[in-house]
Every structure is written in C-alpha cells, then in structure tokens.
C-alpha cells in the first residue's frame, strides 16, 4: 500500500506530502499513457526527491520564468519529461493540463524530450541525448559563480541560486558527463548538485551487465562531496537530510545517490520493461488503488495538492519580488554595474562596437586565426560578457586577450576557461552559459575536433543556443599533421544541419564580419572556420558581404563568362588564378556563409550567379552540396595526406594554374546556356 511507505515518523505528521508524491506518480503514468508512448519508470521512481526539492527548497517565480537568481533544474535524464512537466504545471507555469494531455503530440508543449524553446517556459535547457543535461548544468554553474563574483556586494547577493540535477546511469556513462564533472570538481562548482536516480536498471536490463564502478568513489575522486540515500523511494526524511548537506557544501560540487526502485508501484516494478513504455490501463489502475487515488479518474490533483504547490509558487513569488528590490537599490548605490549588468540581461552589445573591429590592411599576410585573435582582443574589453576557452589548444586557437584573465576555483572573476582536453563537454557548457542568460560563450578547438564535440553542438543548435564555436586548422593548409587532422567532410555536416551559421572567412575583415552576425544572432549556434597558413588581406572585403553570404570580390557577375566560387584561404587562390583567365572577364565570388546566402532574396542570388553563366566552385573539402552553387566543383574526394601545405595544395590540384584552366573548360563546354543555380520557389 503506497499510502503506508513513509519510514519515517516524522513525515507522518505531514501526509500532504505522501498525497503529493502520489499524486505526482499517478500524473505521469496518465501523461504516458495519454500519449500511448514514453517514459513512466524513472518519473515513478523519482516523484518523492521531486516533491520535496520543487515543493521545499527550488525557488522559482513562474510567472516570471526568466528570473535570473531563479534555482534551475535540469532533467538530464531527459526521456523521464513527463515528471519534468507535471512539476512545472503544480508549479505554476504555463503548462496547462491540457498540455499533459498533448504529450509527445505535434505542436505541444510536451515533446518526447525537454526542448528549451521561448514556448516552454521552465525547461532550462534541451535534453534527452543523455549526458547533456548534466554537461550544460556546469555551463549554468559556472555562470552563477562568475557572476556572483562580479556583481554581488556584502548588502546585495544578486546571485545565490543553486543548480539541481537529475540523471541516471545512462547519463553518467556518456563520455561527455565524465568530461564536465571532472571540470566542476576542478572549479569547485558549489552550488552545483546532482541527484543520481541510482535504480540499477538500463533499457538491456541490469547495469551490472555493462556498469560495475563505485560511484560514490569516483567522484570523490573528482572532487565532489557526495551523499548516500539507501531508500529513495520512502524515507523522505533522509532525502531532506541530503539535500540540506549538499546545499550547505559550498566548496565543491554534490551528487546524491539515490536508491531507487525504477517504475516504483507498478506490477513492473524493478525491471526494464518499465523504462520505455506505457504502463497499460490496469498496471495504472492497480497504481492509483495502492495509492488511494480514484483508479478510474485520469490526471487527478486534488485541492490539498493544490494548496501545497501554491505555498511553493507564492515563496517563490515573494523571493523574485525581495530580488527586485535588492536589484533597484543596487542601481542606486552601484549604478556603474547595475548598467553593465542590466545590459548583459537584456542582450543589449555596447553601441557602436561593430565600428571598432580591425578590418584588412591591403598587402599584409595573415593567417585567418591570428585575425580571429586580433579581432577577439578588440571585441572581448568591448564586450564585458564574451566568455570562453579553448580545449588545451589556446596557443594554437589564438583565444585568450590580453586582460582576459583565466578562470580557477578561487578565482572566478575572469573571463577565459581552460577547459582542459574536454572538446564535448566544453560544447555542452558553452550552450549552458548560452541557455543561463547574461553571458555570450566562445569555445575553441580545431576544426576536425568540433566533431568529437558534435553532440552538444548539435543539441546547441536545436535549442537555440547562440554559442560561438571558433575552428581554427580548418582544412589541408594545415599540412604535415595529416589526414586525421585535416577536417575533409566536416563542413557538408556544418552546413547540413539547421539553425548553424558556418562561417569560412577569407581575411579580416570577413573575420571581423563573421563575429558580428554571431555576435548578433544570439538564437543561433556559429561555427567560425580559420586557417593555420597566411593569406592576403585585401580592400575590397567587406562586412556587408559577410551578412549576405556571398558577394563579388572582382569582377562583375553580369558581364563574366565564367564565376569562380570559394571561401576562406582559397579565395586568395581563385583571385591569382582569375588573373590568368582575364579574356573571360571572370568575377570571384567569396562565400563565408552560405547559409546566409540561402536566406537571401531571389534577386540577389541572382546577381550573384545570373542565369547562362558557368560557374566553378574551390574548396579543399568533399563537394557534398556545392551543386546547389556551381556547375562543376574542385575539391577533395578522399581523406588529406601529410606533407607540407604547399606540397598538398599541388597533389590536389588546388592550383591557380589548374584553378584557372578547369575555369576556362568549364566556359568553353558551357558558353552562355548553363543550367540556373537559384532554386525555383513554389
């Protein structure tokens, strides 16, 4: 009988919170089955440490979510959201019942995993690709540490929330958590606290077929305190106990384990079955009978409920409102950071910044990740909430300024992160910092490596997250580290994927341009291509260019016979080669961003690439998707090689000469009649 579970006397004195835990238990199996498809074993486990963190210690405004000193919670184990939205309904927010009932259905509010998005207020950041939710919670961290010691002053803590987390063993076994729980423990992320739903159960069955580690150990290995719960699934008492131990460690991260039995109150209770499917109509009735709810009443919440979660959301009401005022007397005794703050919550970039990136002196050579470095000491004083690292490779990203102090443990007022050989998890917390507000993340690592962080990029850019990602070692220029390095096909993924702004500027001022539209586009995920080997700089670059995608950097496309196409260091390429071709009027096109150029009207796109003429696009990259912007493309069709840049660029066939006569072939077989290259629009 799930009524008579409490081991603890004291909780007995108190049965709201017994009815509120069943409650919360019977919700989620309604919301799964509603949906005939989910997740109900981890909800059903984890509803007692639920209701005793949102309904006793989580403070929160739901009516305005955006709070910034609000405590986040991230459901890392994201395939459990069903918990995660019944919270936030008896919490106040705006997930409405109706929305429980819309579960996993087209257009609601409830997907099958959380997704931060503008409509689901409450859901910090996207998760469900296990381990992400717990790598972007140091991101969320980390931010309130720095920020705190920034802004806070002994008559004003305007940042002193805690950062919650739930995972389960899926979550801990990813790569990417052992990344970012090593880098907490390091930075000592006191108000970090994990809870571990230890339920000893993976979708294959028993984690001791693949999981055998002490895990209490190991992160105290990693600097963590951590806390054992023997029964998570009653003793309240002792759930309270740990989570008032973690709250009160504020040195180093905690991690509750809590035991849990996975599916808890249901016939399959215990086993896998119950992770990944509904529970069926009478494993639910049987559910709410040893609850002593109505078994045949769906999505049931009393008014005793009711009452308990609105003492939580009026607490947290009261909480938003003292912050407000603490906040409006801090303008007035420390005007100068209440500006600086109050711009850094309103998204607001200093005014005229743009007017101050260094743009190209004609005849100086300079490899594009240098610029990226003169452009980011210009950019970061003027911009007092950029804040980044590099994976281990600072002096070869070129990422740290002069000024831009490092961030330690005891140190957190600086700006730059060394996030160590962790290129996922440095990802994951750069979109973290994205999704906590205030602040602007830069990661770095070479460009082949954003594909060991692809997961949480990916992720990034699904969920909105404007983290800018600088890849620098962008393709065979880098030479004799060879083919493992040297990124082939990396920029067909790039491109491919929604919501990313893949950038491959070509001097200083594409570079200069290429951070102000990630600077401004804040919802939208950027990668910035940079090259290890010098190129020219030249004065018919421009900004403008940058925001459109494309656009002529000699000639005129209306009157070539032929249009050379390319980005980055081969632009300075095409030019030399154009140079050898000069009968055929040719123009160069200079693509940084061709995502952008695909948003652009028709009838740019068509003083680009005007109807009739050939076009020959260069890349040192497999060709997967420049048939949408030439008519014959000169890259590479297999892995790179070692060998010095100049050695591969002629291997390749990546010369001014080659470049040149494939242009004049290519206008001689087509003349006037190639095929349009601007998509039809119906």
């Avoid at 055998?212 to 190991?218: C, G, H, N, P, R």
């Avoid at 102000?516 to 919802?523: Q, W």
């Amino acid at each position: 009988d799930l009524k008579a579970t409490v081991s603890v006397l004291y909780w007995n004195r108190n049965m709201s919170d017994l009815t509120c835990i069943n409650t919360i238990r019977c919700l989620c199996a309604d919301v799964v089955q509603g949906a005939k498809s989910g997740h109900p074993g981890a909800p059903l486990g984890m509803a007692p440490v639920s209701h005793i963190l949102f309904s006793k210690h989580m403070n929160f405004d739901s009516s305005r979510p955006a709070w910034i000193n609000r405590d986040r919670f991230i459901l890392s184990n994201g395939h459990g959201c069903s918990l995660l939205y019944s919270m936030l309904h008896l919490c106040g927010y705006d997930m409405p019942i109706e929305e429980l009932k819309n579960f996993r259905q087209l257009g609601s509010r409830t997907p099958g995993h959380p997704e931060r998005d503008p409509r689901h207020p409450g859901v910090e950041v996207t998760t469900g690709p296990l381990g992400q939710g717990i790598a972007q919670a140091v991101g969320i961290a980390l931010c309130e540490k720095h920020l705190s010691s920034r802004f806070n002053k002994p008559s004003a803590a305007l940042f002193d929330h805690y950062t919650y987390v739930f995972c389960g063993d899926g979550c801990l076994q990813e790569g990417v958590a052992c990344e970012a729980t090593s880098l907490a423990g390091h930075l000592g992320l006191g108000k970090l606290i994990v809870v571990y739903d230890d339920n000893e159960i993976t979708i294959d069955g028993p984690t001791s077929l693949s999981y055998s580690e002490d895990v209490a150990t190991k992160f105290a290995a990693l600097g963590w305190h951590t806390v054992t719960v023997r029964d998570g699934n009653t003793d309240l008492a002792a759930m309270e106990s740990a989570l008032n131990e973690c709250k009160a460690e504020k040195s180093k991260p905690s991690m509750i384990l809590l035991k849990t039995t996975i599916g808890y109150g249901s016939k399959l209770a215990g086993t896998a079955k119950v992770h990944g499917a509904p529970l069926g109509d009478e494993d639910i009735k049987q559910l709410k009978a040893k609850a002593g709810l109505d078994p045949d009443a769906k999505y049931q919440i009393s008014d005793e409920v009711r009452k308990v979660y609105s003492s939580a959301i009026s607490r947290g009401k009261a909480k938003a409102t003292a912050w407000e005022a603490t906040f409006a007397a801090y303008a007035k005794q420390y005007p100068k950071e209440h500006s600086e703050l109050k711009a850094f919550l309103e998204n607001k970039l200093p005014e005229g910044w743009q007017d101050k990136l260094p743009l190209s002196k004609e005849g100086e050579t300079v490899a594009t990740r240098k610029c990226s470095e003169i452009t980011l000491a210009a950019a970061v004083p003027l911009i007092t909430n950029m804040i980044g690292g590099s994976a281990d490779l600072t002096g070869s990203n070129l990422t740290k300024t002069k000024g831009n102090d490092d961030i330690s443990k005891d140190q957190t007022i600086g700006r730059y992160i060394r996030f160590g050989i962790r290129e996922h998890a440095m990802a994951a917390m750069g979109n973290g910092i994205a999704a906590y507000g205030a602040m602007i993340p830069f990661v770095a690592t070479f460009m082949n490596f954003v594909t060991y962080a692809w997961g949480a990029v990916r992720v990034g850019a699904l969920s909105g997250c404007g983290t800018i990602h600088i890849a620098t070692h962008d393709s065979i220029g880098l030479g004799e580290d060879g083919p493992t390095h040297q990124p082939v096909e990396v920029p067909a993924l790039l491109r491919a994927t929604p919501n990313l702004m893949f950038f491959r500027p070509c001097d200083q001022t594409e570079v200069s341009g290429s951070y102000i539209v990630a600077l401004e586009k804040r919802n939208t995920t950027s990668v910035i291509a940079l090259s290890r080997q010098g190129v020219p700089m030249y004065s018919q670059t421009k900004v403008e260019g940058v925001r459109r995608g494309m656009y002529p950097v000699m000639g005129d496309p209306s009157k070539a016979k032929v249009i050379i196409v390319s980005s980055g260091t081969e632009v300075s390429l095409c030019i030399e080669a154009a140079k050898l071709i000069g009968d055929l009027s040719p123009a160069v096109i200079s693509a940084p961003c061709t995502t952008i150029f695909d948003e652009q009207e028709v009838a740019y796109k068509q003083s680009i690439f005007p109807a009739g003429t050939p076009v020959i696009g260069v890349e040192p990259y497999n060709g997967v998707g420049w048939e949408r912007y030439c008519h014959y493309f000169m890259g590479l069709k297999a892995f790179g090689a070692s060998a010095p840049a100049k050695d591969l660029y002629n291997h390749f066939g990546l010369t001014k000469e080659n470049i040149s006569a494939k242009a004049r072939a290519l206008s001689e077989k087509l003349g006037n009649s190639a095929h349009s290259l601007i998509p039809l629009e119906l």
